[in-house]
């Protein structure tokens, strides 16, 4: 009896934590692994594209419009052609300006047949001496002033002439494309009227308000980054234009309403193109990272990080991304090739965790 009372006590609590472990055991072994799909990572060239809507712009755009009333004798040119700096556009009635002119001419002849006057008889008063007055002297310099004033207002005027005669022909002042007028031979023009418009399309430009944070941070990668920066236009009838533009001008001030800055693009022309045309501008920056979905992606104080599948069991990793196109995310940093990530059911998930992949 003293013996079986020894013995009760000792082996009571053997036998209590073996069945302790034994339903842990059971216990672990009923809870169901967490379902999760997941997807292989793969390294690739990305593009990531952000569009921009704007108008097309020539080059150079001039409108050439008539500086003097004059009617129209000859017009050399038809709407569309390409034309050449200094190529002669239109021939204005210059008989009026030309009339003028010989008028000028002919004044000026008469003073300075009175200026040559003035001369000898100031020349011929000085070495006279005291043979004449003071005020005789005084005379002869002042007409000799007088006439060399006139000279010269006319010289003057004869200028201004010349300048009005050569407005009625009219060149072009740009290498480019001319358009459509309603003038014709014959009209009369008035001084000021637009008569056509030459645009140098060899190029185009198109201007487009980018947010400040985008321009500042293509800035910042095009400085310090391997990322690759193109632009590229779009048209309303989904044509892609082939030729690669090149940055023009940043503006020097952000619009303070809008928080954005005016950026021009300029594109070479290869014919296909026209000032005036929607289009638009999509800024692309090719980088390599691994496309996933973006709700695959999660955030905490420390950052933004994914899981991972190594072995069955659940593993965290710290990335960086870039937004993309509908739910999709870029990873840029942080993943290589061939992991498996997943992509559904990261919900309650935990580092360390076992998991049954779907799929």
Not at 198 to 203: A, G, P, T
Not at 325 to 343: F, H, M, P, S, W
Request: with cysteine; proline share 3%; charged share 25%.
């Amino acid at each position: 009896m003293n013996i079986r009372t020894v013995l009760l006590p000792l082996t009571f609590p053997l036998i209590l934590v073996g069945c302790q472990e034994q339903l842990a055991q059971a216990v672990v072994a009923d809870i169901p692994q967490p379902k999760v799909k997941t997807q292989l990572t793969y390294i690739e060239n990305i593009n990531i594209d952000r569009s921009y809507p704007g108008y097309l712009e020539p080059m150079e755009s001039v409108d050439l419009k008539a500086r003097v009333s004059a009617t129209i004798l000859e017009k050399h040119f038809v709407a569309g052609q390409e034309v050449e700096k200094g190529d002669l556009l239109f021939r204005l009635d210059s008989q009026e300006f030309e009339l003028a002119l010989l008028k000028l001419d002919a004044e000026k002849a008469r003073i300075a047949a009175r200026f040559m006057s003035a001369q000898k008889n100031y020349s011929r008063a000085k070495k006279m001496g005291q043979a004449i007055s003071q005020q005789q002297l005084e005379s002869h310099e002042t007409e000799l002033k007088l006439t060399k004033a006139e000279l010269a207002a006319v010289e003057h005027e004869i200028k201004h002439a010349q300048i009005i005669l050569s407005r009625t022909e009219i060149f072009s002042p740009i290498t480019g494309r001319i358009g459509q007028t309603d003038w014709s031979v014959g009209d009369l023009v008035q001084d000021g009227e637009l008569l056509v418009n030459v645009v140098d399309d060899s190029k185009v430009k198109i201007k487009v308000s980018i947010d400040e944070e985008t321009v500042l941070k293509a800035v910042d990668d095009y400085r310090h980054s391997d990322i690759d920066y193109s632009v590229h236009l779009n048209f309303v009838d989904g044509r892609y234009y082939d030729n690669q533009g090149r940055l023009e001008y940043v503006d020097n001030t952000v619009n303070s309403k809008t928080g954005s800055l005016q950026v021009g693009f300029l594109f070479d022309n290869d014919d296909s193109v026209f000032a005036g045309q929607y289009a638009k501008l999509t800024l692309r920056n090719s980088i390599d990272g691994t496309l996933l979905p973006e709700k695959s992606v999660t955030a905490d104080p420390a950052g933004q990080f994914v899981y991972l599948v190594e072995e069955g069991i659940v593993a965290r990793r710290a990335v960086e991304t870039k937004p993309f196109e509908g739910d999709q995310v870029v990873i840029t940093k942080g993943l290589a090739a061939n992991e498996l990530v997943i992509v559904e059911g990261v919900q309650k998930l935990a580092p360390g965790m076992a998991v049954n992949i779907e799929g």
